[in-house]
């Protein structure tokens, strides 16, 4: 299937957090406390699919309340935090919802997340993200992780579905 049939046929959007939503860096505060750097333009692409009717997800290994309060703040419900195998993971939420496996694309960029692209519909690989996750994308952004590169996804979904123009209009105009 060629990527533009991939990106139309896409209904959920799932995510890494460390390395794909923010650029990988763990800051730790003296009280032990996690903090990490999201950025803005992923924040709107991820509105302006959930605005055009798409469903987001998160599936990542690592758990903490600030991916939670950013997930609150764009509205996003559907949370798989400290997944070791986040393939089977992508089967429950499959089996949840009804959407087919090939209906969602993930974004990942380490190790971590190679199974998980095995079984995307469309997998894609963050900018900076390890190259066996790269050799198994069907698409690699030009931004890295945590710097715009769910942006880009978000943006090739909607104009290959026809619907970022109106999104426009009626968003930001």
Same mark, same amino acid.
């Given at each position: 299937?060629?990527?533009? +049939?991939?990106?139309?046929?896409?209904?959920?959007?799932?995510?890494?957090?460390?390395?794909? %939503?923010?650029?990988? *860096?763990?800051?730790?505060?003296? /009280?032990? *406390?996690?903090?990490?750097?999201?950025?803005?333009?992923?924040?709107?692409?991820?509105? &302006?699919?959930?605005? $055009? #009717?798409? *469903?987001?997800?998160?599936?990542?290994g690592r758990t903490g309340s600030a991916l939670r309060h950013r997930?609150?703040?764009?509205? =996003?419900?559907? =949370?798989?935090? #400290?997944?070791?195998?986040? $393939?089977?993971?992508?089967?429950?939420?499959? /089996? +949840?919802?009804?959407?087919? !496996?090939?209906? &969602?694309?993930?974004?990942?960029?380490?190790?971590?997340? %190679?199974?998980?692209?095995?079984? $995307?519909?469309?997998? !894609? $690989?963050?900018?900076?993200?390890? *190259?066996?996750?790269?050799? +198994?994308?069907?698409?690699?952004?030009?931004?890295?992780?945590?710097?715009?590169? !769910?942006?880009? !996804?978000?943006?090739?979904?909607?104009?290959?579905?026809?619907?970022?123009?109106?999104?426009?209009? +009626?968003?930001? /105009?």
């Open positions: 299937m060629k990527i533009h +049939q991939r990106l139309e046929t896409i209904r959920m959007l799932l995510l890494d957090v460390d390395g794909v %939503l923010t650029g990988g *860096e763990i800051i730790y505060t003296d /009280s032990g *406390e996690q903090v990490k750097l999201f950025d803005v333009k992923d924040g709107i692409g991820i509105r &302006m699919l959930k605005a $055009a #009717g798409l *469903e987001v997800g998160i599936i990542t997930c609150k703040n764009l509205g =996003i419900d559907l =949370i798989y935090d #400290g997944i070791r195998d986040k $393939a089977q993971v992508m089967e429950q939420i499959s /089996s +949840q919802t009804g959407l087919a !496996v090939e209906s &969602m694309a993930f974004v990942g960029d380490d190790l971590p997340d %190679l199974a998980v692209l095995k079984k $995307a519909g469309l997998a !894609v $690989a963050v900018g900076d993200a390890h *190259e066996m996750i790269k050799a +198994q994308a069907h698409i690699t952004t030009q931004a890295l992780g945590g710097h715009g590169a !769910v942006r880009e !996804v978000c943006e090739a979904i909607l104009k290959a579905q026809g619907k970022w123009d109106d999104l426009v209009k +009626q968003l930001f /105009s």
